[in-house]
């Protein structure tokens, strides 16, 4: 069942996009890659963005509800996630097992970050999850190997070009496949 009940949205309106922090560790990483994402985001006309950090969605937080509305509004996703044990955070995990409706039908993308790897075991765990919860995920990804080095103390990547550009191609992937799954669920209510 689809989640949507409000006026049909103009095709051409800007994409609703979900950021989502997925690490609540103490002393995490990941507010540097969602500030310099968020920046990133900023700049492409088709997109209006919305920060969504596990750490507020957690017990005994109390934005477990107002989550998931901002899930449900969203026309499609972005997710940070560092790499923990070979895979993705608990609390990521917990945030996205915890509803259904809300992913079904809408893109996924990905940005992740961490040591050798930079994230991508993490996100290769994540593409399984959202195939079984009917979302579909973006081909392209932005991932920081070593992260920690490549930011400098203000929060700027110190070589930004090869970042810009992943990152440029994922939104553009993400907008595409954002209005085309807009436009279907608008047409034909979504129904696993």
């Not at 609540?24 to 969504?52: M, Q």
């Amino acid at each position: 069942m689809d989640t949507e009940t409000s006026a049909p949205t103009p095709s051409d309106a800007p994409l609703k996009v979900a950021v989502i922090l997925g690490s609540n560790r103490e002393g995490r990483f990941g507010p540097v890659v969602a500030a310099w994402f968020l920046r990133r985001a900023a700049g492409h006309p088709d997109i209006e963005t919305e920060l969504i950090d596990v750490a507020d969605t957690e017990p005994p937080a109390t934005g477990a509800a107002e989550a998931t509305a901002r899930l449900a509004r969203a026309d499609a996703f972005v997710v940070l996630t560092p790499e923990y044990n070979h895979s993705y955070p608990a609390p990521l995990k917990h945030l996205i097992d915890r509803h259904f409706a809300e992913w079904q039908a809408r893109p996924v993308a990905f940005v992740s970050y961490g040591g050798v790897s930079g994230g991508l075991r993490a996100v290769e765990h994540l593409r399984q999850v959202f195939a079984e919860l009917h979302a579909v995920s973006v081909r392209d990804t932005v991932s920081f190997h070593n992260a920690g080095a490549l930011f400098d103390d203000l929060g700027e990547l110190t070589d930004p070009a090869q970042a810009d550009g992943a990152a440029k191609r994922m939104l553009d992937q993400l907008v595409w496949w954002g209005r085309a799954l807009r436009e279907a669920r608008a047409r034909h209510p979504y129904g696993a």
